[in-house]
């Protein structure tokens, strides 16, 4: 299985900041990699797929890059409704795998 | 607009099989651009993919559940369906079904997701 992580594990921010975060695979993944939110008792939400394509209906505060093995989503300006959890999740091979999740919470 | 809604009992005691539906409003299962998946989630913990299955009967399995999982798709009901025999505390999560767009190899819509409680 192609392994997923994420940094950071957490991050505290405040409303307008701008947020980074960093997703690696294991193996090269061309650009199959998907990003995802999730609140608290809430299924995820797609942001972003191919590494860089915005899902419909989400703000464009949102964007993603890289390729191979290294990416990246940034909020360009928090909102207090982007508080959440994010996952990456490659699309490269089955079985599709997702990071362990960078949790972003209020400063 | 495409809804799924998972169903299935919330206890299941350890030895059984956990049996889960998705069902499929506004759209079909039958439909050649998507396969349909099953993703769990350990409590406080992360997604962890199960498997998928596509209305032309192809599917793919979690080597890691694949000897005790069977999904399947029912397009008469507009449906698909996740077995998984011989259960243990391990496999209390919850569970979601998803839509994966095939050309975009993301899951785009989610279930609200079903907590399943193995224990005796």
């Known amino acids: 299985d192609i392994q997923m992580t994420q940094s950071p594990s957490s991050v505290s921010a405040s409303v307008g900041d701008r947020v980074t975060v960093t997703c690696r695979a294991s193996?090269?993944?061309?650009?199959?990699l998907a990003w995802y939110q999730q609140k608290p008792g809430k299924a995820p939400k797609l942001l972003i797929y191919?590494?860089?394509s915005l899902q419909n209906g989400v703000p464009s505060r949102f964007s993603g890059s890289g390729s191979g093995t290294d990416f990246t989503l940034t909020i360009s300006s928090l909102q207090p409704e982007d508080f959440a959890t994010y996952y990456c999740?490659?699309?490269?091979?089955?079985?599709?795998?997702f990071g362990p999740g960078t949790k972003v919470d209020i400063k | 607009q495409v809804q799924l809604q998972e169903s299935g009992p919330g206890l299941v005691k350890p030895s059984q099989t956990l049996s889960l539906v998705c069902t499929v409003s506004?759209?079909?299962?039958?439909?050649?651009?998507?396969?349909w998946t099953w993703i769990r989630q350990h409590p406080e913990k992360g997604l962890h993919w199960i498997g998928y299955?596509?209305?032309?009967?192809?599917?793919y399995y979690n080597p890691s559940l694949k000897s005790r999982l069977t999904i399947s798709l029912d397009t008469s009901k507009n449906n698909f369906s996740l077995k998984l025999t011989s259960v243990t505390a391990a496999d209390t999560a919850v569970y979601y079904c998803?839509?994966?767009?095939?050309?975009?190899?993301?899951?785009?819509?989610w279930g609200q997701g079903t907590m399943v409680t193995v224990s005796s």
């Open positions: 998803a839509r994966v767009v095939t050309a975009r190899d993301a899951s785009d819509i």
């Open positions: 506004g759209g079909s299962v039958s439909s050649a651009g998507y396969y």
């Open positions: 299955i596509h209305y032309s009967g192809k599917n």
């Open positions: 193996h090269d993944i061309s650009r199959y």
């Open positions: 191919g590494a860089s």
């Open positions: 999740q490659q699309a490269d091979s089955f079985p599709f795998t």
